[in-house]
């Protein structure tokens, strides 16, 4: 008989302490980490158990949930909860080395991985779109985006500029959502940033959040101020209300008479989606009435003006500026309007220009999570991270930064980018922590799905690899496999984040150090193996750094040895 349905939407929020409600800290772990990512704090619609990303959902429904929530709070050691597409479906006898939760989300077979027969099958209950880290249960808010784009900008200082963007200027576009990261991002790697929004409203949060420091609608004045910026070498951020098509023009008009140097140039405006870009000529009063009274003729238009746009970024491009499409679509829009091919693709996306040197070293969003729910436990964790690494100045500054201005949105986390044979003395040191009482509970240890081995995504992580291989996804499956072998609590494969459905296969893990001899030994296995698919996945490809890393660092290539 049918149960009935007695289960709804509610307010959720992780324990905090160390008053467990299932069996033991692997089981309470990933309950308290679903529970996070349903955090109001943390989710964008928790009552329909929307996590982030559009509809990245942690559950499939309330019974789900409910039912997920159950079971973890009575599963024993040696046992082993599956959770497809949000929906626990069996619980099966394994042993304590194996995860204590495998999810798959979102996965469907290749001909109907498509948007609309995804949302059918959603329509019939059977499946739920996972994102990255909201199927898997370790999202930790806004701070990953943050570190992402310092991560990005810092890759861009170490290439061009010394290590440090101290003494340059930045030009971009769109202060949103994403885009708003764009301006901290860079004045915590020391340089100044002007960010060019239409929407005042925009740049007006963003200086309250503490992202952008100061903005105007004078083009001038912010001129001025960050030229005085650019040559005393002090970090800020000025934000200008403006078409970025249009000053982007006009900038490029005065760095080519002189009048000052642009340094580094790329746009985070909503390019994706032509209705969400305001084209020139358009009050922005009058945006959603013109693109809702004729799309296809707004389309239009916005693709003309970030045809404009993109011929202003590959003019300094010409000019000798570090230009970079910033994952937005913003280049094939130009070129569906009208600008030249070899034109709007004159400058490289980001991840093949800066990250992929960084995926090749087994570097990636490496982060971990306070169970106490004791922001002491992060500032102690932050603490232990600068003594393990006393020479990465980028991952000082970033740890020192962070610890100043990210608000925690949940449970207190902390992300940095560390790489092969780096994260495992992290978590050693964390499980360490743990035993010797130095942190109030244990801390549990994961990553985003966008990291160096987990993830196949033609469009973004993946995009132009050296030997073509964009679309295997062969390497996230032998990932989370791996990872299921090495000891993680609990493991993941999904389908379709960060660009859509029939567009990535991406991989997860996460691993509790609750500071016993078991934890340790999972972490030394896990957090070695887990980077070391990523090495092996970019030396696979044919990436020179990615051999040196393998030979330096002892990862076994069979196809190159003997
Ligand atoms: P958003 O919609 O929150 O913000 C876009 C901003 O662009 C808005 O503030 C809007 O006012 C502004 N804008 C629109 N037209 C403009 C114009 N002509 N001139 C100046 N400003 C204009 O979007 P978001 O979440 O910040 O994301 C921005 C883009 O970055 C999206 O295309 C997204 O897909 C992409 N993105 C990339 C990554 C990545 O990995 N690099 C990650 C997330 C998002």
């Given amino acids: 008989a049918e149960r009935a349905t007695t289960t709804g939407p509610r307010t959720v929020r992780a324990a905090r302490g160390t008053t467990l409600s299932a069996k033991s800290w692997q089981t309470e772990a990933p309950l308290r980490m679903l529970m996070n990512n349903l955090d109001p704090e943390v989710a964008e619609r928790p009552d329909d158990l929307v996590v982030y990303g559009g509809t990245g959902k942690a559950a499939r429904n309330w019974e789900s949930f409910d039912a997920i929530v159950r079971t973890l709070e009575g599963l024993e050691a040696d046992e082993t909860l599956l959770v497809q597409s949000g929906k626990p479906v069996g619980v099966f ?10 999810i798959a989300n979102s996965n469907l077979v290749g001909d109907w991985a498509t948007w609309p027969e995804f949302r059918k099958l959603e329509q019939q209950g059977l499946t739920m779109y996972g994102q990255m880290t909201a199927g898997s249960w370790i999202y930790i808010g806004t701070q990953g985006i943050l570190q992402g784009t310092y991560e990005t900008f810092g890759a861009i200082a170490r290439k061009r500029f010394d290590g440090s963007l101290a003494g340059t200027l930045t030009l971009t576009g769109g202060c949103g959502g994403m885009g708003g990261a764009q301006p901290l991002a860079v004045t915590m790697n020391g340089g100044a940033v002007l960010v060019v929004d239409v929407d005042e409203s925009r740049l007006q949060r963003r200086v309250e959040h503490g992202y952008l420091d100061e903005y105007t609608a004078d083009l001038d004045e912010a001129i001025a101020r960050v030229l005085a910026a ?3 070498r002090t970090p800020l951020s000025i934000g200008v209300v403006g078409n970025a098509a249009t000053v982007f023009g006009d900038l490029l008009l005065r760095h080519r008479s002189g009048d000052l140097v642009v340094d580094i140039v790329t746009d985070q405006t909503s390019a994706h989606d032509p209705l969400a870009y305001l084209p020139v000529g358009v009050e922005f009063g009058d945006w959603s009435a013109e693109a809702e009274r004729d799309p296809e003729a707004f389309t239009d238009r916005a693709r003309g003006s970030m045809a404009k746009q993109v011929a202003a970024m590959a003019g300094f491009q010409d000019a000798g500026a570090e230009v970079f499409d910033y994952g937005n679509s913003i280049r094939r829009e130009a070129e569906l309007g009208g600008l030249a091919h070899d034109r709007a693709f004159a400058f490289p996306g980001f991840v093949p220009a800066y990250i992929r040197p960084l995926f090749a070293e087994g570097k990636g969003p490496f982060r971990w999570a306070a169970l106490s729910g004791d922001p002491a436990d992060i500032a102690a964790t932050d603490r232990a991270i600068l003594e393990l690494f006393p020479d990465d100045e980028h991952l000082r500054r970033w740890i020192t930064q962070a610890g100043e201005k990210v608000h925690f949105e949940g449970l207190p986390a902390r992300i940095c980018w560390l790489g092969y044979q780096e ?7 964390f499980n360490e922590m743990v035993a010797s009482g130095e942190l109030s509970a244990p801390v549990v240890i994961g990553r985003d799905h966008l990291d160096s081995g987990s993830v196949a995504s033609p469009y973004r992580e993946t995009e132009a690899m050296a030997d073509g291989s964009d679309a295997i996804a062969d390497w996230p499956l032998l990932n989370a496999l791996l990872n299921t072998a090495s000891g993680a609590t609990w493991v993941s494969i999904h389908h379709g984040g960060g660009v859509g459905i029939g567009r990535s296969i991406h991989a997860g893990q996460v691993i509790v150090a609750d500071g016993t001899e078991l934890a340790a030994e999972k972490i030394a296995r896990v957090l070695v193996n887990d980077p070391g ?11 020179e750094r990615a051999r040196e890393v393998a030979a330096e660092r002892g990862l076994r290539v069979p196809m190159q040895e003997g």
């Avoid at 994260?423 to 040191?429: E, F």
């Fill in 533 to 543: 698919t990523g090495v092996m996945r970019h030396v696979d490809a044919g990436y």
């Fill in 230 to 232: 650019k040559a005393s």
């Fill in 93 to 102: 006898r394994t042993h304590e080395w194996a995860p204590r939760v495998l």
């Fill in 423 to 429: 994260r495992h003395l992290a978590g050693l040191k």
